[in-house]
């Protein structure tokens, strides 16, 4: 995604990571895209409070507290031991979640400050075996996977929807998200999920109830420790 955002000669691309070695090679064909692009790496574990915290005055202080487009795309799947981070949070539903809640509030005034305000999207981006998230796994590991997914929703696990192709290229994968985050004919459809690059209904109805939008803004604040009213 960061260098095909470079193609488009923005003033400034920041990229926020654990590891500065897997990144140092993307800032480079960053500057190969577009020389005039400034390229910035901040540190940052978002599984990690004290990490995220620390990280969000220096993206503002390197950015001058303006920021346009803030994509969040980390994460991490299929742990196979029941893992919590530093603050005793489920691992998963830490670094996919909670520590991306906290870092897009402690840069909420920043992306107020931008040029698009705050426009909401969700997207699924499809699966890609390169990324090598779930080489740890054998296929025994994948028969709990529609036992679970019957009893927690009632509903049969479906391995493909439709025409939506259960495996995709890094640049199909990068696509969605980037015209969610580029797209300003979708700004009047905000907040929207999107699938294929396109708006969808998403499938799981807690994920637009305004009762349960609530309750998981509720339970993230408290899981953050922190309290955001703006």
């Known amino acids: ?53 620390r990280a969000a005055p220096e993206i503002l202080a390197v950015t001058g507290s ?13 742990l196979m031991e029941y893992t919590v981070d530093r603050q005793g949070i489920e691992m998963q539903m830490s670094a996919n979640h909670v520590g991306h809640f906290l870092l897009t509030n402690l840069l909420m005034l920043a992306l107020l400050a931008g040029a698009n305000g705050v426009v909401l999207f969700a997207c699924h981006p499809g699966s890609n075996l390169d990324t090598k998230l779930g080489s740890h796994l054998v296929m025994d ?6 036992p ?56 799981a109805e807690h994920a637009y109830d305004p ?3 609530e309750k998981s803004w509720k339970l993230s604040e408290n899981l953050d420790g922190q309290e955001f009213k703006y």
Request: aromatic share 6%; glycine share 6%; no cysteine.
């Open 141 to 146: 590991d994948y028969g709990d996977i529609m």
């Open 148 to 203: 679970v997914t019957k009893r927690n929703t009632g509903k049969d696990f479906v391995f493909v929807v439709e025409d939506e192709p259960r495996f995709k290229t890094y640049e199909q994968i990068g696509a969605t998200p980037l015209i969610a985050a580029l797209d300003p004919d979708l700004t009047a459809q905000a907040p929207a999920y999107l699938q294929n690059g396109q708006v969808v209904q998403p499938a």
């Open 66 to 78: 303006k920021l346009d487009v803030v994509i969040n795309s980390a994460g991490n799947m299929a």
């Open 1 to 53: 995604m960061a260098t095909e955002l470079a193609k488009a000669s923005p003033a400034h691309i920041l990229i926020a990571s654990r590891t500065a070695a897997k990144i140092d090679p993307v800032l480079s064909a960053i500057r190969g895209i577009g020389p005039s692009v400034k390229a910035t790496f901040v540190q940052m574990d978002l599984s990690d409070h004290d990490s995220v915290r």
């Open 211 to 213: 009762e349960h939008v």
